[in-house]
């Protein structure tokens, strides 16, 4: 179901139904995502290890936080925002926990992508004490979260979806009810699968055209309007000069780094594997984040994979950082 395209006209600021909200993780996505309710009229209180990061978000509008105790007590909505099912475990369990230190009646997400056991576990132990939970997984990429046009796939109760769909519109371009606790994850590690599978074919795609001598230009421009055409050849093609927020313009610093790519992937590799689904195209595209991975450029945006289809290992827009 979708429930709804947010407008601009609907991003007003309506003093009546301004929240305060939580939001642990402010690193690539959460930075950019957290800006959209403090322009919405929104207080964020704002939690992350990093000083960079942290220091980032303050200058955004994120009131600082020094624990996630800290930044969910006084919070009306509670959102996480980080890199792995692990980290999500560790911020809500515990004295120091989400769950321990939130108001009572507060609304609890997760946007981070996750395992479909963590969510399960968030989902679980937020019902036993009486918490909202959804699990909100987004897509649409930096460039998505800093233009406000994510989209969200919520699973839970559909009363706690209406309560999240409400506070997530300033980020989002479109908000989907997939259903029951977990659908929205399930959703998010299918689209992902598909999404780094389209990335292997840009990587090899873009390293083919060059080498039978085509314009890089050229060549997307073509693709564009032809059936290769893709929404990673459209936002992460890895050739620079093209597309302007793409990784291969800053030298491949992540926008979506290698490992996260890795988890992702690995999440529907492991769930093909426990319901006899067959993905070769999945695992393919696995392996190449695991070879940059070993290479210690797991740090490094996903869409360097690229390098593996140039016949040398260089490619256009990538200087190897010092070490
Ligand atoms: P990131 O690594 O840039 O940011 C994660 C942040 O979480 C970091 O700043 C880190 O310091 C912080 N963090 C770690 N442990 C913490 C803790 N205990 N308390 C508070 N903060 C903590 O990752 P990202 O790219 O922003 O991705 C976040 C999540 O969103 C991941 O699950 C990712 O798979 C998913 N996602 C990313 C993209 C993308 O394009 N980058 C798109 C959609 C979904």
């Not at 926008?255 to 999945?282: C, N, Y």
């Not at 070993?294 to 869409?303: R, T, V, Y």
Request: charged letters at 15%.
């Amino acid at each position: 179901m979708v429930l709804g395209q947010a407008e601009a006209s609907t991003r007003d600021v309506k003093e009546d139904t301004m929240a305060t909200i939580a939001w642990i993780g402010l690193g690539n996505m959460g930075s950019r995502m957290s800006a959209h309710l403090i322009s919405a009229g929104h207080t964020v209180v704002g939690v992350d290890p990093s000083p960079a990061a942290l220091e980032q978000a303050v200058a955004a509008g994120v009131t600082p936080a020094a624990t996630v105790a800290e930044a969910v007590a006084s919070a009306d909505a509670v959102i996480t925002m980080l890199p792995k099912g692990e980290h999500v475990r560790h911020v809500y369990a515990g004295a120091e926990g989400v769950w321990e230190n939130a108001q009572e009646g507060a609304v609890l997400f997760d946007s981070s992508t996750v395992d479909i056991e963590t969510s399960t576990w968030c989902h679980a132990g937020s019902r036993e004490r009486g918490f909202a939970f959804v699990d909100a997984p987004v897509s649409g990429g930096t460039a998505g979260a800093a233009d406000g046009t994510l989209a969200f796939m919520l699973g839970g109760d559909p009363g706690h979806v209406a309560r999240v769909s409400d506070l997530i519109e300033p980020m989002a371009g479109n908000i989907f009810a997939t259903g029951g606790p977990t659908t929205g994850i399930a959703a998010k590690i299918a689209n992902n699968m598909m999404l780094f599978i389209a990335q292997q074919a840009c990587a090899e795609g873009s390293q083919l055209a060059l080498q039978l001598g085509l314009d890089p230009q050229v060549f997307w421009d073509v693709v564009s309007a032809s059936s290769g055409r893709s929404w990673a050849q459209q936002t992460w093609y890895p050739v620079p000069g093209i597309v302007e927020r793409a990784a291969a313009n800053q030298n491949f610093d992540a926008t979506f780094s290698a490992e996260l790519a890795r988890k992702d992937i690995g999440l529907a590799v492991q769930a093909g594997a426990d319901l006899g689904v067959a993905l070769p195209g999945a695992q393919v595209a696995m392996a190449q984040f695991d070879r940059l991975i070993a290479e210690g450029l797991g740090h490094k945006d996903s869409s360097l994979v690229v390098k593996y289809s140039s016949p040398d290992g260089a490619v256009a827009g990538y200087t190897p950082d010092e070490r």
